[in-house]
């Protein structure tokens, strides 16, 4: 099985005692100190890493602009970010990018080997391990999963990488009730302690996208005090779901 991590960290007294400890796992480790020398090392070979430990803050390439380019080439490897930056809306913007998991500076040793172990022994999430249709309609949208386009009222519509995901799992999953937690482990492929707002950002996301009133969804329905239920056809069902505390915040 391989298990050689890329990591990409400028603070040189970082990135060095990271590759110590993870080779001490025995795990192979390859340090680089910018973005496009990791990039180039992905393209070059997709498949020689298992892993990617990304800082955020590098010279001329920031950690965010070398995750979208490698998810906009189509490639899943898991990443694990390593930033000081600590705002939720930092850690949104990473997941959203397409990170596995975030971990803030300063970090324990333990912890990060522990995570990164785990994304280097796990399978990448598979929010389509249901039967998913490649093309999917509802309300005024047509989502074309294998073609990676998105329509509503006919216009083209932009979705990262992660939205779709978890729109896929939805459909996948379409009337169940799914806890933030089922979520965030299946779409993201993290613990749920670290930010379970991550969720209930992605689903404003979503109904923006796809409600015609977003404060009156149809589709994304909350369900107090358990998480999100997907209805493709308002229409065809009876629902009374009472809206969260996070959503009346919104």
Not at 31 to 43: Q, R, T
Not at 51 to 72: C, F, H, K, N, Q
Not at 156 to 168: A, C, I, M, Y
Not at 198 to 217: H, K, S
Request: contains cysteine; hydrophobic residues 40%.
């Amino acid at each position: 099985m391989n298990k050689k991590v890329l990591i990409v960290e400028d603070e040189a007294h970082i990135g060095i005692g990271i590759k110590f400890n993870c080779e001490a796992e025995g795990l192979e480790a390859t340090l680089v100190e910018d973005g496009p020398s990791a990039l180039k090392l992905i393209a070059d070979e997709p498949d020689e890493f298992c892993a990617v430990i990304l800082d955020i803050m590098l010279p001329d390439m920031s950690g965010y602009a070398v995750l979208e380019e490698i998810r906009a080439r189509g490639i899943q490897i898991p990443v694990l970010i390593l930033s000081a930056r600590t705002l939720t809306e930092d850690k949104v913007r990473g997941f959203d990018a397409g990170a596995d998991q975030y971990l803030t500076k300063p970090f324990e040793l333990p912890e990060l080997i522990s995570r990164v172990k785990s994304l280097v022994n796990r399978r990448k999430p598979e929010p389509a391990t249901l039967p998913t249709p490649d093309v999917f309609a509802f309300g005024n949208a047509r989502i074309d999963f294998k073609r990676h386009e998105v329509t509503v009222d006919g216009e083209l519509l932009e979705l990262t990488t992660k939205e779709l995901d978890l729109l896929r799992f939805f459909v996948a999953r379409e009337g169940q009730v799914l806890s933030r937690s089922d979520l965030l482990d299946n779409v993201w492929g993290v613990d749920s302690s670290p930010i379970t707002r991550t969720v209930d950002n992605f689903i404003v996301r979503l109904r923006r996208y796809f409600e015609i009133d977003p404060a009156n969804p149809q589709h994304f329905l909350s369900v107090r005090g358990v998480g999100y239920r997907f209805v493709a056809d308002p229409n065809g069902e009876e629902h009374d779901e009472s809206k969260t505390e996070d959503d009346e915040n919104e």
